[in-house]
């Protein structure tokens, strides 16, 4: 009764959706007379669930839009990236009409839903409005992330509103404090009973919370890394302040959260709890708060397993050494801490290791199966670039050929319990406030979920410090920077932000990070990675599945061996200042006088 009672529920959240996304498509709101809908409760229940629709990050999102972060080495990178990558101010996107829509809609909401006051609950009604400015905080925190400083607007912009059309940009600071306020009036006012859940895919109280801590520490630690806003190059209004305040307003959202009891990590079999999350057909909604609904059922699959395990489909995404190194041992204590670590052969390296290792990248323990047969499987030479091949977000057991076509179906997190634990114990730490206490109830069951003892830091690591590029000797903050990177790896695009927020854009680049590979002993003898007696890797003079052709000259694309016989993916990457925003559209700049350029971009 509980399948059948999920899968109705979910059938009637698509008809709603398909039903609402014919109304998206109709012609535009200055065109329809709001009288003829927000009438009932259910009119606004059908209009939000648009939103779900509509603006729900994609599989892509969610699973991989962090390739192109510091520890992933990919075939290709992103243009922002590459010395020839084109990406100017004449050909960025985002600021079309397109683009701007589902603000359009959004606002059309909050407009006219003021209909209903007096005709439904207050409760209710407070819900949908706390909704819709969810949605509107999630639309301007990817546009200040993307673009810095953008025009703010709470009202429908009329085709005829001259004035509005040619506003100006409003600065971050103004922004910001409009998400903030946004966020903080879903929080205190959506609901949070099992209706307004809807098993991990509405918008309700307690996801506002949690993305109201992401976004607050997000724009709490940009400020503080960044001496000055990179949308105008000046320095922070009141800076010290409101670096405290989004800090503190972080906390407080993940500490309500956490007192709320409504959720806990998945435990169980440490070698396979963590993973179990990512894998699962119905979201893990003990600690997944909110996240999107995939079904072999109904036939709604994703292609992330095809992704990762494409030669061609997808990028190659593989994990570097340099960050693999960063995984704890069993003990807590560092793996650099080994005299030998440099050393040690992929057969032996995820030993006594955080178990989240293994269940991140094929292991020597890894099977998959394959026309009804489970046998190892090792890492595939013609996808992986270093070794550590991801397997976070993929099936194991081909039977409906996952691997070669768009035929997921497990659901996946958009934010996670875990996620909000790191986010607390951050912002604490910025502020100097995560003592005993707080690393015990934050980071100490992250690591016992792994297996991993939890010692709480005295003595700052100086592989992680080295690896930071020395900015932070902190070794608690040190600690928890270590911890996120591993347990929210691969997930929702957040190391990028993460590396954007700490103004550190210089771990993209190829000289300061080079995509190191798993350490290679002898490039004359072949290897057996998980110790089956069969040999899984090789260095010949043609690329197969099981070996690669290593070229001295380190030119693109193409495999060395550096001088700590560690394998090496050779790609050309550069950074600058300027990147840590994308440049407003010189379209956009023709079509408003009124908008400014970032002002390292104005040379571009």
């Given amino acids: 009764m509980k399948k059948i009672s999920h899968v109705i529920l979910l059938s009637l959240s698509l008809g709603l959706m398909t039903s609402c996304e014919k109304f998206f498509e109709r012609d535009t709101y200055d065109s ?30 969610i699973g991989y839009s962090d390739y192109h972060a510091d520890y992933c080495a990919i075939n290709i990178p992103t243009d922002l990236l590459r010395p020839d990558g084109n990406v100017s101010p004449g050909n960025q996107g985002g600021w079309t009409e397109s683009s701007w829509s589902n603000l359009r809609n959004i606002n059309y909401m909050l407009t006219n839903m003021t209909k209903l006051k007096g005709k439904i609950s207050d409760d209710v009604y407070r819900h949908y409005e706390g909704v819709g400015r969810f949605w509107r905080a999630w639309f301007y925190y990817d546009k200040v992330q993307t673009f810095g400083a953008v025009p703010f607007y709470d009202m429908v912009v009329k085709s005829n509103d001259e004035e509005a059309m040619k506003k100006p940009r409003d600065s971050r600071e ?13 929080a205190e006012n959506c609901l949070s ?67 709320s009891g409504a959720f806990s990590l998945v435990t169980g079999d440490v070698t396979k709890a963590y993973r179990s999350l990512f894998t699962s057909d119905k979201l893990l909604t003990s600690e997944v708060i909110w996240g999107r609904m995939f079904s072999k059922d109904l036939s709604l699959f994703h292609d992330l397993s095809w992704v990762y395990y494409s030669p061609t489909y997808g990028n190659k995404v593989s994990l570097t050494k340099s960050f693999v190194n ?70 194991d057991n081909n039977a409906d050929n996952v691997l070669s ?74 600690e928890v920077r270590r911890e996120r990177g591993v347990e929210l790896c691969l997930e929702m695009g957040l190391r990028w932000g993460d590396l954007m927020r700490w103004h550190l854009g210089d771990l993209l680049s190829s000289s300061v990070n080079p995509w190191t590979g798993m350490y290679i002993p002898n490039s004359n003898v072949p290897m057996d990675l998980n110790s089956d007696g069969i040999i899984d890797f090789e260095i010949g003079t043609t690329e197969s599945v099981k070996s690669i052709v290593v070229n001295s000259s380190n030119a693109n694309q193409t495999f060395s061996i550096n001088g700590d016989n560690n394998l090496q993916w050779n790609y050309q990457r550069v950074w600058s200042e300027y990147k840590y925003l994308r440049p407003i559209p010189t379209e956009a700049i023709i079509r408003n006088g009124n908008l400014t350029q970032n002002y390292l971009w104005e040379s571009k």
């Fill in 193 to 259: 009973t099992d209706k307004f859940r809807g098993g991990g895919t509405l918008i309700n109280k307690y996801v506002a919370l949690a993305v109201k801590s992401r976004v607050c520490l997000f724009e709490g630690t940009y400020r503080k890394y960044h001496q000055v806003d990179p949308s105008t190059g000046k320095i922070w209004e009141n800076a010290g302040n409101n670096i405290n305040l989004f800090l503190n307003e972080a906390i407080e959202a993940a500490e309500e959260l956490m007192n």
């Fill in 405 to 478: 076509r768009a035929a997921s179906w497990n659901s996946l997190p958009i934010i996670r319990y875990a996620e909000v634990l790191l986010n607390y114990a951050e912002a604490k730490a910025e502020l100097g406030q995560l003592g005993q206490a707080e690393w015990n109830r934050s980071i100490t069951p992250l690591r016992n979920r792994a297996g991993v003892a939890s010692i709480y830091p005295s003595v700052a690591d100086p592989y992680l410090a080295a690896y930071y590029q020395n900015s932070i000797s902190d070794p608690i903050l040190l």
């Fill in 326 to 395: 960063s995984y704890l041992m069993k003990d807590g204590t560092a793996f650099t801490n080994k005299g030998n670590y440099k050393t040690i052969p992929f057969a032996d390296e995820f030993k006594d290791r955080d178990s989240r290792l293994s269940q991140t990248v094929i292991s020597p323990t890894y099977t998959m199966t394959n026309n009804g047969v489970t046998a190892l499987y090792p890492p595939n030479w013609l996808v992986t670039r270093t070794g550590y091949h991801p397997i976070k977000f993929s099936l």
């Fill in 32 to 61: 329809i007379s709001s009288d003829n809908f927000f009438k009932t409760e259910s009119d606004l229940e059908l209009y939000a669930n648009g939103f779900i629709q509509k603006m729900t990050p994609s599989a892509t999102t």
């Fill in 174 to 186: 103004f922004v910001m404090q409009k998400v903030l306020e946004d966020l903080t009036f879903a």
